[in-house]
Structure formats: structure tokens, C-alpha cells
T-cell receptor, first 111, second 117 residues
Framework: GQQLNQSPQSMFIQEGEDVSMNCTSS?????WLWYKQDPGEGPVLLIA?????ELTSNGRLTAQFGITRKDSFLNISASIPSDVGIYFC???????????FGSGTKLNVKP | GAVVSQHPSRVICKSGTSVKIECRSL??????MFWYRQFPKKSLMLMAT?????????EQGVEKDKFLINHASLTLSTLTVTSAHPEDSSFYIC?????????????FGPGTRLTVT
């Protein structure tokens, strides 16, 4: 299946710091999604992007759909301990029904 | 709204037996459901797309005779792992997309932890 490159693989930050992670693809996507997964649970959708160049916010989270349609980034501002978890990007190619997931970014926040 | 359940949440079975995992959309109808597999500290790997009333579409490398999918109603899809082996041990997650919903709106279940001894 489709492979998405997500980086960084893991991050250790101090509470209050900002965080940035990104995904790149070899294919052009028409939709990018960002999810958060807590241990032993299914992913929860954070932000959906479906237009090149689009910048969307959800509280302290901001995500952008890259102009080339082959990348996306997620920023978390003023991190708090409950931000801890694994963040996944997911992309959908035009005309296809399914999404492919990135390898995940594990976020650790020290109080 | 948009709740997806999975049953069981955890299952331990012996090698050679078959295990059925259920995925239900509780408050909406789902024409399409997806089955994923997730190894520890790894990403979600799409196994198959399940469409109500028709055969599932499997991803390359996924054995359809090994992982049987049935989507008999608009609220239920099942994944049966046949003749399970220890290497089938994994976290299986389903997602459901509401009938007529936006293509990106898929809601995930809480996952099923399968351990094959």
C-alpha cells in the first residue's frame, strides 16, 4: 500500500513548548487528515484538510495542506501533559475510497 | 453521535483456532467500513475495505482466505481470523464511514487486541 513518511518519529518536550510534525508522500493527495491515538484505543480525528494551501486550526492545533499536495504539517502550540500520545497523518488520493496512514509521531510532554 | 464499537476488546486464542471480531456503528449507518492492523509502536496498516452487501476489497499482501470479512448489514462488519497463528497477534481496528457522509469522515472503533498462543 501507499507509504507516508512522517517525522519526527518521537519528541520529548517541556510543557508550554510548541511542537511541529510533518508528513510527505510520493503521491498527490486530495485530503489530509491528522489523528491522535491514545494507548489501547482507536485514533481520534483532530483536523481534516481538503484544499491545497489550506490552513486550519482546532484550538491549539494548526495544520496545513501543502501547496504541492504531497505534504502536510501539524503544529501544537503551548503543549500540555494531555497532549501526550501518538499523532498520525493520513492521506487520500483522488478517486480512491481509502486512507493511508503515516508512521506516527510519539509525543511526550514533561510537566 | 458517530460511535463505533468493537467486540471483543481483547481475545486470547490458541494457535489453529478461528476468531471473529465485530465492528458496529451504533448510531449511524455505514455502507463502508475499513479494517486496519496495527503492530506495537507502528502505524495503522489498511487490510481491507468492507462494503455492505458486496465482497470486501483487500490490500495487496493481505490473504482474503485468512482474514474473512463479512458486511451483512449497514451497521455491522465482521473480521474472522481463520486458523490463527502467533504472528497474527496484533491490534485490529475498524473504522466506519457514514452512508452519504463526507469521504474523510471515518470513525474509529476502540480496537481489538488479539493474542494467539
Amino acid at each position: 500500500g501507499q507509504q507516508l513518511n512522517q517525522s519526527p518519529q518521537s519528541m520529548f518536550i517541556q510543557e508550554g513548548e510548541d511542537v511541529s510534525m510533518n508528513c510527505t508522500s510520493s503521491s498527490i493527495f486530495n485530503t489530509w487528515l491528522w489523528y491522535k491515538q491514545d494507548p489501547g484505543e482507536g485514533p481520534v480525528l483532530l483536523i481534516a484538510l481538503y484544499k491545497a494551501g489550506e490552513l486550519t486550526s482546532n484550538g491549539r492545533l494548526t495544520a496545513q495542506f501543502g501547496i504541492t499536495r504531497k505534504d502536510s504539517f501539524l503544529n501544537i502550540s503551548a503543549s500540555i501533559p494531555s497532549d501526550v500520545g501518538i499523532y498520525f497523518c493520513a492521506g487520500q488520493e483522488f478517486g480512491f475510497n481509502k486512507f493511508y496512514f503515516g508512521s506516527g509521531t510519539k509525543l511526550n510532554v514533561k510537566p | 453521535g458517530a460511535v463505533v464499537s468493537q467486540h471483543p476488546s481483547r481475545v486470547i486464542c490458541k494457535s489453529g483456532t478461528s476468531v471473529k471480531i465485530e465492528c458496529r456503528s451504533l448510531d449511524f449507518q455505514a455502507t463502508t467500513m475499513f479494517w486496519y492492523r496495527q503492530f506495537p509502536k507502528k502505524s495503522l496498516m489498511l487490510m481491507a475495505t468492507s462494503n455492505e452487501g458486496s465482497k470486501a476489497t483487500y490490500e495487496q499482501g493481505v490473504e482474503k482466505d485468512k482474514f474473512l470479512i463479512n458486511h451483512a448489514s449497514l451497521t455491522l462488519s465482521t473480521l474472522t481470523v481463520t486458523s490463527a497463528h502467533p504472528e497474527d497477534s496484533s491490534f485490529y481496528i475498524c473504522s466506519a464511514r457514514a452512508t452519504g457522509g463526507l469521504s474523510y469522515e471515518q470513525y474509529f472503533g476502540p480496537g481489538t487486541r488479539l493474542t494467539v498462543t
